[in-house]
């Protein structure tokens, strides 16, 4: 699909596409033009490589951020069949930041959670552009004990820059209802995937965040702040957020080496913006190839797997005695 107005660095492949589009453009084409058209193409395919090969964490951002990639509404079009959505947290309201419903995942019924952000600005508005209030949270957790009533395994999408921080979400609890997500995470007895689709930012990323396998797309990032939220409270200015990028280590390479993530997931040539169905296709297979591997663990083993797997995160020496 077209991947739509081009990143800050993509200008040469930007320049090439619009080339290649006015070529193709041509009712009548000789055979010079159609073999200019194949070496523009290779040309293309050249660049994406060398681009998205050795982007850095700023561009990493751009990607994650792109209006274009796919959202959690999308893969549950693409990868999942009979989707039925679950409103309502019981207690406020519906947040439409946060997606819930059930699923069939090939021979899996599932249920799914997930952040949404919305494509147009009207919904984008909706749902606060993925950050999600309380009531998203405590809607989270009310279909988490759902999953674990029904033995389903539950598979989160993690797709926001952060909870929403207004005062009304604070004067209803927005930092304890985190918390209390990621315990009922920690404690559920059903096997738990999350993925990280786009941007994972700070606690509210966390709160639906603690899985068996947390899993991370190649051009998603995941962190305790967002570069612009780190270069704030660091340098005071907005301005050096691609230095607090560099920082922070949170993308897809960065994480699979500190163990922060367990597996990174390729993205098709160019970004998943630029080809929805094949990263659906591989999201699809390896969530597929996790529930199976986690389908034969009973609850308390999944429970106890689940506590060691977070308490080896972070590991560091406490004197220069365990260095020596």
Same mark, same amino acid.
């Given at each position: 699909m077209s991947a739509g107005p081009g990143l800050e660095f993509e200008s040469d492949?930007?320049?090439?596409?619009s080339r290649i589009a006015s070529l193709e453009r041509q009712t009548e084409r000789s055979e010079e033009m159609e073999s200019q058209i194949r070496e523009l193409r290779f040309g293309l395919v050249k660049q994406l490589r060398?681009? /998205?090969?050795?982007?850095?964490?700023?561009?990493?951002?751009?990607v994650a951020r792109h209006k274009n990639r796919p959202y959690t509404r999308d893969y549950l079009n693409l990868a999942f069949d009979e989707f039925v959505e679950l409103h309502g947290d019981k207690h406020f309201g519906d947040d439409r930041a946060m997606l819930a419903g059930f699923a069939k995942l090939d021979r899996f019924k599932v249920l799914v959670i997930g952040h949404q952000k919305g494509r147009t600005y009207k919904e984008r508005a909706a749902c606060?552009?993925?950050?999600?209030?309380?009531?998203? /949270?405590?809607?989270?957790?009310?279909?988490?004990r759902l999953a674990e009533k029904y033995r389903l395994p539950l598979i989160c999408f993690i797709d926001t820059p952060g909870a929403y921080p207004g005062i009304?979400?604070?004067?209803?609890?927005?930092?304890?209802?985190?918390?209390?997500?990621m315990f009922k995470m920690s404690r559920l007895r059903t096997p738990d995937i999350c993925v990280v689709i786009g941007e994972?930012?700070?606690?509210?990323?966390?709160?639906?965040?603690?899985?068996?396998r947390v899993a991370l797309l190649q051009h998603a990032y995941y962190s305790v702040i967002s570069p612009e939220g780190c270069a704030g409270i660091l340098w005071k200015s907005h301005e050096h957020a691609p230095k607090a990028a560099a920082a922070l280590r949170f993308t897809s390479k960065d994480l699979l080496r500190l163990g922060v993530v367990d597996d990174v997931l390729d993205e098709p040539l160019g970004g998943a913006h630029r080809d929805h169905h094949q990263m659906a296709s591989r999201l699809k297979t390896y969530l597929s190839r996790a529930l199976t591997d986690l389908e034969s663990k009973t609850p308390d083993e999944l429970v106890d797997q689940r506590y060691e797997k977070f308490r080896r995160i972070g590991v560091f020496l406490e004197s220069p005695q365990a260095a020596g």
């Open positions: 492949i930007a320049e090439l596409e060398e681009t /998205y090969g050795s982007l850095d964490a700023w561009q990493t951002v751009q606060h552009f993925g950050c999600a209030h309380p009531e998203g /949270y405590r809607k989270a957790m009310s279909k988490m009304g979400a604070e004067e209803r609890g927005q930092a304890q209802v985190i918390a209390e997500s994972g930012g700070s606690g509210g990323a966390l709160g639906i965040g603690v899985g068996d």
